[in-house]
């Protein structure tokens, strides 16, 4: 069945009020954070493919996103880049719908009609956008969250999240109209970054991954692999144990801590407190201190 530039599985599924969750990269998805998530939800729901972009070369430029090939004696293998949708049903609760979004190179408005004409199809009842970015955080402190909510349900699942309110005025993508188009079509649609320091680049970041699941926990019934804390734990002794070499970053550790936690005092002065980490804990319990405290 084709909706928009998308070719999806005929019958379209009927699903219950789904959630859709979304990443787009490479805008909002530094250290592959979202996708990581993303590639989370898809394995522990056994989600199934429902469509894609029928025709890529519409909105990618393939110089820029290179498809990656798999030669052994000739060509057996070509995967091209490509927005990709799956689903899965859950007993009880809110299907779930994953969006991986490819921005796109052209033709960006027939893009974000298409994805638009989608979740109408699927009667979304949420649009749930997911991400990272680089921000000037430590990574000796819980990773700070920011988002933002449109329409009454998805304000509240912000606020419970102690998300840092998003106030921002410069360079953007054009699928952020995606988000915009579900708002004033009635969806919950909710945006929650996840803060990442600068100085540390990996492919990748299990600390980003474990913060935006704990929040997706909270919010919207997704578990945590508890295998993914030890992996973010681990993690992070890695990068402290990097930066013993690293005396420019030394120097300047102590100043990001304090702009940190200056941070966290204006929000909760403001009655923004950030949801609990089980990761911190366990963190902090190892070394001995104070559980939940920097």
Do not use: C
């Not at 969750?21 to 493919?49: C, H």
């Not at 974000?112 to 990574?139: C, N, Q, W």
């Not at 999240?161 to 993508?173: C, E, K, L, Q």
């Not at 200056?262 to 559980?291: A, T, Y």
């Amino acid at each position: 069945m084709r909706i928009g530039a998308f070719e999806l599985g005929d019958p379209v599924p009927k699903l219950d009020r789904p959630y859709v969750f979304a990443t787009l990269r490479p805008w909002i998805d530094v250290n592959n954070v979202g996708s990581m998530v993303l590639g989370e939800i898809r394995k522990q729901y056994d989600a199934v493919e429902l469509g894609r972009i029928g025709r890529p070369d519409r909105f990618y430029d393939f110089t820029r996103y290179r498809p990656v090939i798999t030669i052994e004696d000739g060509i057996n293998e070509m995967s091209v880049p490509n927005t990709t949708i799956h689903y899965a049903r859950r007993k009880d609760l809110n299907d779930i719908v994953l969006f991986d979004l490819l921005e796109p190179h052209a033709n960006a408005h027939v893009y974000v009609d298409s994805a638009f004409r989608v979740l109408k199809t699927l009667e979304a009842s949420r649009y749930i956008l997911l991400g990272s970015m680089y921000d000037v955080v430590p990574h000796t402190r819980p990773l700070l969250v920011s988002g933002y909510g449109m329409g009454e349900e998805a304000l509240q699942d912000v606020r419970r999240a102690g998300a840092m309110p998003i106030t921002y005025h410069g360079p953007s993508t054009y699928a952020n109209l995606i988000t915009k188009k579900a708002a004033q079509a009635g969806m919950d649609a909710a945006v929650f970054i996840v803060s990442l320091p600068q100085y540390v680049v990996m492919e990748e970041d299990y600390l980003g991954k474990v913060r935006l699941m704990e929040v997706i926990n909270t919010l919207y019934n997704i578990p945590v692999d508890k295998k993914e804390f030890e992996k973010a734990f681990r993690q992070r002794q890695a990068v402290t144990e990097r930066l013993k070499d690293s005396p420019e970053i030394a120097n300047v550790m102590s100043e990001l801590e304090e702009n940190y936690d200056m941070r966290v005092r204006s929000m909760e002065n403001q009655g923004i407190f950030q949801l609990g980490s089980e990761m911190e804990e366990m963190f902090w319990k190892s070394l001995g201190g104070e559980i939940g405290k920097a």
